[in-house]
């Protein structure tokens, strides 16, 4: 499945280009995820999922590379459910483009799901993917408009390396329901049909969670 989105970072793409090599900055900036570890340009981290009252946890591992001539960052992700068959692979880039005092970032994804998420389908996902890249975009200006990538004596983080990560605290879940929904609704004609594209969800969500073991 390949996904592609798009959003604005306030700050130069010499900033930009800075801070998306430090994973350490960037990764809190996702909804649902908690890095680990990282060593070079390796990285694990946790993520968590909510349908309803069901939570679904991964752990995954993941490398970065980049392309400075083509200002593009890339990630190969893979990472499977703590419990439960379900299991994640992704390769993630983003291009970097110089839009006067802004950057303008272009991620296209090429993703690879199993379990339970996969039921929702391409044209769900793609919807929902959307709204979390802009949640992530949000926490990423909030995040920019307190610290800059460069720090007070002038000295920027190394790419790949940050020593100070730590086991990070339990993720935020990120709650898919409450994504789901509001696409159901937009992608309705009429408010009855979103009516019954919301209840057909529930009803499918039902059948998934009582075939599936309750996840962390």
């Known amino acids: 499945m390949q996904l592609e989105n798009r959003f604005t970072v306030p700050v130069p793409l010499s900033d930009t280009w800075k801070l998306f090599q430090d994973i350490g900055a960037v990764a ?9 570890t990282v060593e070079d340009d390796s990285f694990t981290g946790r993520v968590k999922i ?30 499977s459910e703590t419990r439960g068959a379900g299991t994640a692979a992704a390769k993630v880039t983003a291009q970097l483009t110089p839009d006067g005092d802004y950057t303008r970032v272009t991620v296209r994804t ?5 379990g339970r998420p996969a039921q929702f389908g391409r044209g769900i996902l793609a919807d929902v993917a959307d709204r979390l890249v802009q949640q ?5 200006a909030d995040y920019l408009s307190v610290r800059q990538p460069a720090n007070d004596s002038g000295v920027t983080t190394q790419p790949g390396v940050n020593a100070s990560v730590t086991a990070g605290p339990e993720p935020e879940a990120i709650d898919l329901g409450a994504a789901v929904l509001p696409v159901l609704a937009k992608r309705a004609a009429k408010p009855t049909a979103a009516l019954t594209g919301a209840a ?4 499918l969500l039902a059948r998934m969670l009582r075939r599936s073991p309750r996840a962390d």
């Open 136 to 140: 992530f975009a949000a926490k990423l």
């Open 200 to 203: 057909l969800l529930i009803w």
């Open 110 to 114: 090429d993703l690879d799901l199993t």
């Open 28 to 36: 809190p900036c996702m909804p649902g995820a908690v890095l680990d």
């Open 50 to 79: 909510k349908v309803g009252a069901v939570q679904m946890s991964y752990r995954g591992q993941g490398t970065l590379s980049r392309n400075e001539a083509e200002h593009t960052v890339t990630l190969d992700l893979s990472g």
